[in-house]
Each structure stands twice: as C-alpha cells, then as structure tokens.
C-alpha cells in the first residue's frame, strides 16, 4: 500500500478533509499471471481517481443507510406513530416538530444541489448504487456462462439471465427489508422474519416492495433517473451559473483526440462535450478519470479535458471557495440553515420530557359518595418522553387545594413509567367542597418525576360541583 500526497495547506478543518479526499491516493497492488504466463502488477484501488473515491463514499452511504433505523437515527415508527430522529423520539402531538426536520432536510438538499449539482446523484443515491451494482453481477453472470457479447447458445443465455435475476430478487428482498425497517422497529421486523411469524399486512408490503425493487434495478435502472427521479427534475430549478458541473474544456478541444473514451464510460450514455448543462449528467466524474488515463497515455501538458468546475469560469483562489463558497448568496443561505439547525436541535433536545393529558367523564357529570364528597370521573394518559425510566408521582397542582380537599383515587401512584412507555388509566377526584364552588371549577393536575424534581408537568382539567343541598325546615 503507497500512500501520498496528502497536503495540508490551511489549518481549516473542512478544508483539509476536502484536501484529503481530493489528493489521496492509496494503490493497492497485486499481481496477476495473463494468459500467456508473464506476471504483471494490477492496481486494485486507485484512489487517485474520481471513480475510486466515488466508490469509497457509495459504500459509506450504503452501510449508513442500512444502519440508521437500527440505531433510530431517522425512523418513523408507523404502529406507535412515533418519528426518531438522532434517538431523540418526536410523538404524534409534535408533528409540527416533524414538518420542521423535514424543511431542514429540503433545505439541506436545495444548498447541496446549489453548491454541488447532482453530486449525490452520482455519488451517493441507493439508485445509482443499485445499478451499477447489477451491471457489475450481469458483466460476472455472463463471464460464469461464458455468453459472448453477440450470438451463442440459448441455453447459456437463460442459464446466465436466471443466475442474474436470482441475484436480483435476493438484493430486492434485502432492500425492501432495510426500506420496510424505516417504518416498523426492524429488530421486531427481523425477528418475526426469522420465527415465521410477519403480519399479513408487513409480509405483503414486503413482497410489494420486493417486486417493485426487481423491476427498478433489472429493468429501469438508470432510465428512472433521467424518466422518473423527482430529485433530478428539481435539480435545475436549484442550479445557478456557479454550481459545481463537470465541464468540457471547449478552450481547449483541438487537443481532443476524439477517442470517445468519455462516452463510452458514461453510464448514462452522454456525451459530456456538448455541454455540461444535460439534465442527465449524475456529476459521478467517470468520463473526467477516462480523459485522464487515454491524455495521460499521450502525456499532453494538461491530464484532462475534462474538470469539475464552479460553473463556466472554475475561479478557485481562496480555501472557501474551493469548497463552494463562491459567494455571498451561499454564504447567507448556509448561514441561515446552520442557525435553523442549531434552533430545531436546541428546541428537540430542550423540550418537555413528560407529557399528561385527562379527559373528563362527561356522561356521569358528578357522583356523590355515602360520605358526602363530591366525586369527578377522568381518564389520564400520561407519557415519558425521556430516554430514562422514571417514577411519576399524580397531585392537584392547584396551591389553594389541599389534600383533604382534593383525593386522587386511582391504581398506582406513584406511577412507574419506562422510557417512551404510555400509561392511560381512570382517575377519580374526591372533594369535599371547601374551596369549590358550584359548577365547573378549572384545576390542575401535576405530574412530578420523583427521581428529578425539575421534570414536572401539568394538564388543565374541569371538576364539576353540584349547587349545595338546600335543606327545608318543616
Ligand atoms: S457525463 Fe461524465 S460526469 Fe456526467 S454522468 Fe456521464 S460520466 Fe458521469
Ligand atoms: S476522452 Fe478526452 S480525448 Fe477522448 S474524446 Fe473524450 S474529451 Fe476527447
């Protein structure tokens, strides 16, 4: 393994990491023995080139997707409709939460299409991945069978065409099984699996998704990302005259050896020299690593004819500028998106913990006890949202009332609540009056963490009190 030029021209942390990723060339070299007997040095990873990196963050972004509902990093949890988002848990009463981390994620990709173009087209999408992944097994399955590129026999074809849809189906299944786990706790999901024992309803999502995932990666392919990818119709709306293209240098094109090595790497069948606007073009760098190995051959003064570039004009003369800060509209933009994220981490993190909501029984109104109290009937629902246990104790938050004159009658309280765990239970508040008057009297019910004091909360209840009895003197 030779590992070099690696540069470090600025203290800046990003700026160094961009560095890193740009000059990094790792070769990892082996030797092969060709068919006439010489022995020869392959480069297995060369991550001097586009495609190596491209390949080292395709499988980044494939381990990350597959592990982020495992750790509810970002999952909604369709039976208990619950949305995690960085463990922290958002129920169903703060969607409005929800709408909120879904903008910054709509934000987040209008600045990266802004600054980058398709980059996570090419780069990062699970689409891409998946079909370059099935053009490398289709490439294999026809070596196994020995099929030509045109003619032999029919037998090998089928032979080779089921050995590559059996491979397919199997990848489909595992995709519609992370994608399935997004939606419902995907330890429950696999176990279930395992013990034979899926919902009716999970296993035919599952099967759904599986076909719908055979016919995307063996059939469309790259055709739904020019056809059908919603993100690839926006992204011109996004791009302006500075976002990051890959460019043919027209200034230079009489050094063009019109050896079409560009075209015929292209994956999706363009050719990049006619502009570097063409809708179709996933920003991957294939044909900028494909100029450079057939100039570098000829050993021209410059490698390649084609560059990533900021636009048409390239201008890169300072570190933030070669990160995309190109100018001041992307700087206010980033700027506000980072303050908008700090707001909806503090505003996730630093929310209530607890959360009690009570209803009262309307269809009785009161009852009256044999000791003359006066009773009110509620149901209670009260929710740890804190990622710890705790024990919760249930009162009259209300200063002016006592114990005496107001009785909470139910099961348990204190209440023991595991994290996310909901109780809903029936309360019953006995009074005898003092302190009351007659019809509905606003309250407060308090729930406190016995274990952290500064965890409480309250919910406003209605307690109806009955007109005193007037009694007749004979
Ligand atoms: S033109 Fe170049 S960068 Fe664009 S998709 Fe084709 S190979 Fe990738
Ligand atoms: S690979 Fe380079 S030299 Fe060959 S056709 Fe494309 S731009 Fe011209």
């Given at each position: 393994m030779v590992l070099k030029n690696?540069?470090?021209?600025?203290?800046?942390i990003l700026y160094l990491l961009f560095l890193y990723l740009q000059r990094l060339e790792i070769k990892l070299r082996t030797t092969a023995r060709s068919d006439s007997g010489t022995v020869k040095e392959v480069v297995?990873?060369?991550?001097?080139t586009y495609n190596s990196k491209r390949r080292l963050v395709q499988i980044l972004s494939t381990v990350l997707t597959i592990i982020l509902p495992f750790f509810n990093i970002l999952r909604l949890d369709i039976p208990t409709l619950r949305f995690y988002f960085f463990n922290s848990v958002l129920w169903v009463d703060e969607f409005y939460l929800l709408f909120l981390v879904v903008m910054l994620v709509l934000f987040i990709v209008i600045i990266f299409s802004m600054m980058y173009g398709r980059i996570w087209c090419g780069w990062m999408c699970p689409q891409t991945v998946l079909s370059e992944l099935v053009h490398w097994f289709e490439k294999k399955t026809k070596r196994w069978f020995k099929v030509?590129?045109?003619?032999?026999t029919m037998i090998r074809r089928v032979a080779a065409y089921m050995t590559l849809s059996l491979g397919v189906t199997a990848i489909s299944f595992l995709i519609s099984l992370n994608l399935t786990a997004y939606f419902i706790d995907p330890y429950v999901l696999i176990s279930d699996l395992l013990h034979g024992s899926l919902g009716i309803v999970t296993a035919g999502i599952l099967i759904g998704l599986t076909a719908l995932m055979f016919v995307d990666i063996l059939v469309w392919r790259e055709k739904f990302c020019t056809n059908a990818c919603p993100y690839g119709m926006m992204q011109m709306v996004f791009t302006d005259s500075k976002t990051q293209v890959v460019r043919y240098q027209t200034e230079r094109s009489e050094e063009c050896i019109e050896c079409k090595a560009c075209v015929r790497d292209c994956m999706m069948g363009i050719d990049i020299r006619k502009s570097a606007?063409?809708?179709?073009?996933?920003?991957?760098g294939v044909c900028v690593d494909s100029c450079e190995t057939i100039l570098g051959r000829l050993k021209t003064p410059l490698p390649t004819l084609i560059s990533f570039s900021w636009?048409?004009?390239?201008?890169?003369?300072?570190w933030y500028e070669k990160l995309g800060f190109v100018d001041a509209k992307r700087w206010i933009i980033v700027g506000v998106v980072v303050v908008y994220t700090v707001v909806l981490f503090s505003v996730i993190h630093f929310r209530q913990p607890l959360s009690l909501t009570a209803s009262g029984d309307?269809?009785?109104?009161y009852r009256k006890a044999e000791n003359g109290k006066i009773m009110n009937d509620y149901i209670v629902k009260i929710s740890n949202r804190s990622m710890d246990d705790g024990v919760f104790k249930l009162g009259c938050g209300d200063v002016k009332l006592t114990h005496d004159n107001c009785i909470l009658q139910l099961d348990e309280n204190p209440i023991q609540l595991h994290s996310r765990e909901v109780k809903t239970f029936k309360l019953t508040i006995a009074t005898d009056g003092t302190d009351f008057h007659p019809g509905p009297n606003r309250l407060f019910l308090e729930a406190v963490n016995l274990n952290n004091n500064e965890i409480k909360t309250q919910a406003e209840i209605v307690f109806f009190m009955p007109e005193p009895e007037v009694k007749t003197v004979n």
């Open positions: 690696i540069v470090y021209r600025d203290c800046h297995v990873i060369n991550f001097h030509p590129k045109t003619g032999g606007y063409q809708t179709e073009c996933i920003h991957c636009g048409e004009k390239n201008k890169q003369d300072t309307r269809s009785t109104l």
